[in-house]
């Protein structure tokens, strides 16, 4: 069964996601994933543009004003779906990690 296109997302994905809980245009949004990752994240101008004009047409966010070339965008009920369903499944890896690695730790290792 082929997998949905946006079912695990990149961490640029991820961000952009989360940084349109609230309205932001591609500038800000470029501007608050680096100020919340310390710079560890960076989107730049192609990838954020690409990104935006895929989650708008996959209905995980819309276009909320446009001033000139600016445009502000913010996450929509799906999007929000989407963003829950990632940290879900990270959550699920990070629990995996910690399990193996504790019962490696005492010594007992599983399959």
Known sequence: MPRSKFQTLTEQ???VLLALREERCGADISDWVRTVTRGRVAVG???LYS???????????????VEGRRRSYL???EGERALEGEYRRLLTLTEDYRAH???KEDGHETA
């Open 45 to 47: 101008p192609g990838t």
């Open 101 to 103: 690695t504790e019962k």
């Open 51 to 65: 990104l935006l004009e895929s989650f708008v047409a996959a209905s995980l966010i819309r276009e909320t004003r």
């Open 13 to 15: 994905m991820f961000y």
């Open 75 to 77: 996450i929509t009920v």
